[in-house]
């Protein structure tokens, strides 16, 4: 969220913002208007509100005096109906401008790309995709093999896009959860975190997902409390209005929940198999920075993202988002794609973002500095992977012709040194 002032100062820029990220600009053509009739509202409103003042000082006076009040306290009445009747106006035009704030996203860093999705810019890569002696299958061909990737009877309980996994799938699914924790707590100094999964309003309001993406969430029925779309939310704002010391800085978390998504991708797409879920397993790293550091914390936190890949042999690629494919609170955001040979294709397994102070504002984070002056923080995040879609990239890229499926070597002390998984119809 922008600071008033700023969008007051920056029409422009909040217009070109919105065009380069293929938004409607229009909300701010009568941004400018509304403004100036709030501060003519709020000019009126405080000037009564003085004079009124006034009034009553006058009269406490005269009452000590013993003269006669009457004549001024009936003009005191009708400066009461005047402030009264200013009030709705006021606080209508208020919320119409608050609404409009609510509905900017965050500017474009400098570095970003413009253009729509096809603007998109491939950074670098890591490893070839691999070469079969035959037709490689999809993540899910592989797991109904096994008897273990259940869709039918996760729809007998839930409905479409959800899962059940058994036996080695359910357990490599955990071991890739523990793998990626400890990874990123021993050797990349983050601090593990558990939060909650459900969380209020006003932390999906301080991340951005409220209330432009209010139809992507779940709702727990009759209670101000949501189903968690990712760990960004709760862990983001645990600082929710409050000072950190600004010498902590940064400050790091990595957290696994399951996440829920009401909306699951566009439809018709991506019916099949692990991709895109209603409900699936992420570990989420999150960063509090130095404005002046976020950054370089944004390379820092993509790099932690890529050394799960790169320890599983996975091959992938960085691409640096543009303008038109942001997230709405993003700045600036790295998405990692990994190879699916089953597709043939490379597809999103890690979206790394810096939010610049656009959440934090919104969510009340700050940090004071040894001068006693305080500034907001910088957030960031990214996957540390989605877990659902790292299984699905083990199972494609490690398939073999006889059904079988290798376990990356960094994954077999989670898995009691078990080598393969192997298929009821293989060896």
């Known amino acids: 969220m922008h600071d008033l002032k700023f ?11 919105l065009e380069n990220r293929r938004m409607d600009s229009s909300v701010m ?59 709705p106006g006021l606080a209508e035009v208020e919320e119409k401008e608050k609404e409009i704030l609510r509905n900017i996203p965050n500017l474009v860093h400098p570095s970003v790309p413009l253009g729509d999705e096809s603007a998109n810019q491939e950074i670098r890569r890591h490893l070839e995709p691999p070469s079969f ?43 890739l959860i523990s793998f990626m924790l400890d990874l990123h707590t021993q050797e990349h100094g983050y601090t593990e975190c558990w939060p909650p999964a459900i969380v209020n309003s006003k932390a999906l309001f301080g991340t951005g997902q409220l209330p432009k993406f209010k139809d992507d969430q779940f709702k727990l029925e009759g209670r101000d409390l949501w189903l968690v779309p990712t760990a960004e939310v709760p862990v983001t704002n645990l600082y929710q209005e409050e000072s950190l010391d600004y010498d902590s800085l940064p400050i790091s978390f990595a ?55 790169k320890r599983l042999g996975l091959p992938y690629r960085v691409v640096a988002l543009a303008s038109g494919d942001l997230g709405f609170s993003s700045t600036k955001t790295y998405d990692l794609e990994v190879w699916l040979p089953g597709a043939g294709l490379y597809r999103e397994i890690s979206s790394c973002s810096c939010f ?3 959440q934090a504002r919104r969510a009340g984070i700050r940090a004071r500095k040894k001068d006693g ?18 299984l699905a990239a083990v199972l494609e890229n490690f398939q073999a012709a006889d059904g079988s499926v290798s376990i990356p070597e960094a994954l077999r002390p989670y898995m ?8 009821k119809g293989g060896a």
């Open 29 to 87: 053509d009568g941004f400018s208007a509304l403004d100036q009739r709030r501060r003519e509202l709020l000019t009126e409103y405080e000037g009564l509100l003085a004079e009124r003042n006034r009034a009553n000082d006058l009269i406490a006076g005269l009452r000590k005096k013993k003269e006669d009040t009457a004549p001024h306290i009936a003009g005191l009445k009708e400066l009461g109906a005047r402030i009264k009747g200013l009030e």
């Open 373 to 390: 002056k305080s500034a907001l923080v910088h957030t960031l995040n990214g996957s540390g992977l989605a877990v659902g879609r790292t």
């Open 133 to 175: 002696g035959f037709q490689p299958r999809n993540h899910w061909e592989i797991g109904e093999s096994f008897g273990q990737m259940d869709f039918p009877r996760a729809a007998k309980i839930a409905g479409a896009r959800f899962a059940v996994l058994y036996g080695d799938l359910s357990r490599l699914n955990r071991a």
């Open 255 to 309: 957290a696994y929940t399951p996440c829920f998504r009401a909306e699951a991708g566009a439809a018709g797409r991506d019916t099949r198999g692990l991709i895109r879920m209603h409900q699936f397993d992420k570990v989420e790293l999150v960063k509090f920075s130095k404005p002046e550091e976020s950054m370089d914390e944004l390379e820092r936190l993509t790099s932690h993202a890529e050394e799960v890949l």
């Open 7 to 17: 969008v007051r100062d920056n029409v422009p820029l909040i217009v070109e913002t």
């Open 416 to 423: 009691g040194g078990q080598a393969s998984i192997v298929s």
């Open 356 to 358: 610049t102070d656009f």
